[in-house]
T-cell receptor
Framework: AQSVTQLGSHVSVSEGALVLLRCNYS??????LFWYVQYPNQGLQLLLK??????LVKGINGFEAEFKKSETSFHLTKPSAHMSDAAEYFC???????????FGKGNQVVVIP | DAGVIQSPRHEVTEMGQEVTLRCKPI?????LFWYRQTMMRGLELLIY????????DSGMPEDRFSAKMPNASFSTLKIQPSEPRDSAVYFC?????????????FGDGTRLSIL
C-alpha cells in the first residue's frame, strides 16, 4: 500500500520567509507525487506533480518541489511567503495503473505579517 | 473550461432524512471519485468509478451510503438514513484516465450538516 507522511499539522511562516513543507512517501513501485492546495471553502487545487520526468518540479504561485528517491521525499518550497499562501497543503501519491491517490493529513499554513 | 460541478453547496437536514449529493465531472474525464473531509479523519476516499463502473467502494462507511454513476456526466452520492456523524464536506473529483499520472480535479464540495 502507498502512503504519505506530512509532519506538523500547523506551520507558521513570516511574510517574505521561506516556506518549506515536508512530504515523505512509501511506495513499493515508482511513485507519482502531487501537491495540492486548499483555500477556505474550496476544493483541492493542483499545485504541481512529479511523474518520472525532471526531479525538480515547478508549479503555480511560485512553488516548487524536488523528488529525492534516496530519501523517499517530495518536499514543497517557496522562497518568499505571501499572505495569499495561507491555506492547507496536501501531499499525495499514486503509481502507474493506479489512479487512487493516497493523501497525507495536510499542513495548515499561517502567514504572519 | 467548466470544472467539476457539485450541488448543493450546502445542505442542512434532520437526522433520518435522505440526502442526495450530485456531481458533474469535467467532460472527457472517465474517472470519478467521491471523498469525505472532516477535521478528525481528514480526507477519505469513499468510492471511485472508471467509465461509469464502480471500481473500489471499500471506503463507503456502511450500507446507508450508496453511489451511482448512470452516465459519464453525472454521479450521485446518497445517504439514507442520515445521521449526525455524517456531517462533513463531501468532494467529488474527476481525472482523465487510469494511468495514475493524471491529477484529479476537485469540485468545491458540499458542506453537509445533519442535525
Amino acid at each position: 500500500a502507498q502512503s504519505v507522511t506530512q509532519l506538523g499539522s500547523h506551520v507558521s511562516v513570516s511574510e517574505g520567509a521561506l516556506v518549506l513543507l515536508r512530504c515523505n512517501y512509501s511506495s513499493s513501485v515508482p511513485p507519482y507525487l502531487f501537491w495540492y492546495v486548499q483555500y477556505p471553502n474550496q476544493g483541492l487545487q493542483l499545485l504541481l506533480k512529479y511523474t518520472s520526468a525532471a526531479t525538480l518540479v515547478k508549479g503555480i504561485n511560485g512553488f516548487e518541489a524536488e523528488f529525492k528517491k534516496s530519501e523517499t521525499s517530495f518536499h514543497l518550497t517557496k522562497p518568499s511567503a505571501h499572505m495569499s499562501d495561507a491555506a492547507e497543503y496536501f501531499c499525495a501519491v499514486s503509481s502507474y495503473g493506479n489512479n487512487r491517490l493516497a493523501f497525507g493529513k495536510g499542513n495548515q499554513v499561517v502567514v504572519i505579517p | 473550461d467548466a470544472g467539476v460541478i457539485q450541488s448543493p453547496r450546502h445542505e442542512v437536514t434532520e437526522m433520518g432524512q435522505e440526502v442526495t449529493l450530485r456531481c458533474k465531472p469535467i467532460s472527457g474525464h472517465n474517472s470519478l471519485f467521491w471523498y469525505r473531509q472532516t477535521m478528525m479523519r481528514g480526507l477519505e476516499l469513499l468510492i471511485y468509478f472508471n467509465n461509469n463502473v464502480p471500481i473500489d467502494d471499500s471506503g463507503m462507511p456502511e450500507d446507508r451510503f450508496s453511489a451511482k454513476m448512470p452516465n459519464a456526466s453525472f454521479s450521485t452520492l446518497k445517504i439514507q438514513p442520515s445521521e449526525p456523524r455524517d456531517s462533513a464536506v463531501y468532494f467529488c473529483a474527476s481525472s482523465p484516465g487510469r494511468g495514475g499520472n493524471q491529477p484529479q480535479h476537485f469540485g468545491d464540495g458540499t458542506r453537509l450538516s445533519i442535525l
